[in-house]
């Protein structure tokens, strides 16, 4: 049993790594590569989606594959986790974030340990990570609930659209939004904007949870 446990967390760990080390590397690469602000946003919202796809179809048969402290809320509420695994999911999901974060800048070679000076908030990118996470959480839940086999491909297209019809680029996740600001490159997040993202992202999580058990219910 403790083994399983720690499988499980250790799933949430590295799928939430790779996660950001895809966002803040491929965000690196196309700022190397490009000028067009288009082209590196455009780089960045198809290898996310793809990662996503990717590693949410490898984990989510072994831990549910999170990687998203939001989605964890919205199931704790719902009472499929209980408190314990839902805070080790989380704490492991931060960790692992912050871990790709600071592997993406090594490798990249710039400096390690940084903070951005990009900063985020305002009242529309507020409503946007709002948006942005209801319509996360509303996606995985619909998606769940009738194939989820699905929940892969659904979130990896709805996380690339995301990128693109919001004025936050989707953030959508705590512990991707506390990683990035670890990193004064495209990707990256003023530390003095993370907390208002996470409280948009928390009220999207609990909103999509209520609301969506109404489409469940009277589905048929």
Same mark, same amino acid.
């Given at each position: 049993?403790?083994?399983?446990?720690?499988?499980?967390? +250790?799933?949430?760990?590295?799928?939430?790594?790779?996660?950001?080390?895809?966002?803040?590397?491929?965000?690196?690469?196309?700022?190397?590569?490009?000028?067009?602000?288009?082209? #590196? +946003?455009?780089?960045?919202?198809?290898?996310?989606?793809?990662?996503?796809?990717?590693? =949410?179809?490898?984990?989510?048969?072994?831990?549910?594959?999170?990687?998203?402290?939001?989605?964890?809320?919205?199931?704790?509420?719902?009472?499929?986790?209980?408190?314990?695994?839902?805070?080790?999911?989380?704490?492991?999901?931060?960790?692992?974030?912050?871990?790709?974060?600071?592997?993406?800048?090594?490798?990249?070679?710039?400096?390690?340990?940084?903070?951005?000076?990009?900063?985020?908030?305002?009242?529309?990118?507020?409503?946007?990570?709002?948006?942005?996470?209801?319509?996360? =959480?509303?996606? =995985?839940?619909?998606?769940? #609930?009738?194939?989820?086999?699905?929940?892969?491909?659904?979130?990896?297209?709805?996380?690339?659209?995301?990128?693109?019809?919001?004025?936050?680029?989707?953030?959508?996740?705590?512990?991707?939004?506390?990683?990035?600001?670890?990193?004064?490159?495209?990707?990256?997040?003023?530390?003095?904007?993370?907390?208002?993202?996470?409280?948009?992202?928390?009220?999207?999580?609990?909103?999509?949870?209520?609301?969506?058990?109404?489409?469940?219910?009277?589905?048929?």
């Amino acid at each position: 049993m403790k083994n399983n446990k720690l499988g499980k967390v +250790l799933a949430e760990f590295i799928g939430t790594f790779f996660l950001v080390l895809t966002v803040v590397g491929s965000g690196i690469m196309g700022e190397n590569l490009s000028d067009n602000l288009a082209l #590196t +946003l455009l780089g960045n919202s198809l290898a996310t989606g793809a990662i996503l796809f990717v590693i =949410i179809t490898m984990f989510i048969n072994i831990s549910g594959a999170y990687f998203n402290p939001a989605v964890v809320i919205s199931d704790l509420i719902n009472g499929k986790l209980n408190i314990k695994i839902a805070s080790l999911f989380i704490f492991a999901q931060i960790i692992g974030g912050i871990l790709g974060c600071l592997i993406a800048n090594f490798y990249f070679e710039i400096n390690i340990f940084q903070w951005s000076t990009n900063e985020r908030f305002a009242i529309s990118t507020f409503i946007s990570e709002i948006l942005a996470t209801f319509g996360l =959480i509303f996606t =995985i839940i619909i998606i769940s #609930t009738k194939d989820k086999d699905k929940v892969a491909l659904a979130v990896a297209l709805y996380i690339t659209a995301g990128y693109w019809f919001t004025s936050s680029t989707s953030f959508a996740n705590p512990a991707v939004t506390i990683a990035r600001m670890f990193t004064d490159t495209f990707t990256g997040i003023h530390p003095g904007s993370v907390l208002y993202f996470i409280l948009a992202q928390i009220i999207g999580a609990i909103m999509a949870t209520f609301i969506v058990k109404y489409f469940i219910n009277t589905k048929n």
